[in-house]
């Protein structure tokens, strides 16, 4: 059984900087696609960023946040910087993965980014 297991979220303060880790585990083939995505109260959930074959930003957080993977560990970080009060959300790790029942979609259970002073 796959499992795709959140890290690194908090309060911060505007200008601040946080780094999210998000891990997969289990019975592993082949990790097509990691990202992150991200939940504001009242809103629907938005894709932050993404690393597959390219690296994918969405427009509000360009030049501000940076993914990175590491496939030794089946990994995928998303560094923070100057972040601001719209950042606040709940961030979500997705993962599309290749293991023993095929490929599937996996979220994890999220984490709370919240920015404020």
């Known amino acids: 059984q796959v499992q795709v297991v959140e890290s690194g979220g908090g309060l911060v303060q505007p200008g601040g900087s946080l780094r999210l880790s998000c891990t997969a585990s289990g019975t592993i083939f082949t990790i097509i696609v990691m990202g992150w995505y991200r939940q504001a109260p009242g809103k629907q959930r938005e894709l932050v960023a993404t690393?597959?074959?390219?690296?994918n930003y969405a427009d509000s957080v360009k030049g501000r946040f940076t993914i990175s993977r590491d496939n030794t560990k089946n990994a995928v970080y998303l560094q923070m910087n100057s972040l601001k009060p719209e950042d606040t959300a709940v961030y979500y790790c997705n993962a599309d993965i290749v293991g023993i029942t095929g490929k599937r979609n996996y979220w994890g259970q999220g984490t709370q980014v919240t920015v404020s002073s």
């Open positions: 690393s597959g074959g390219s690296t």
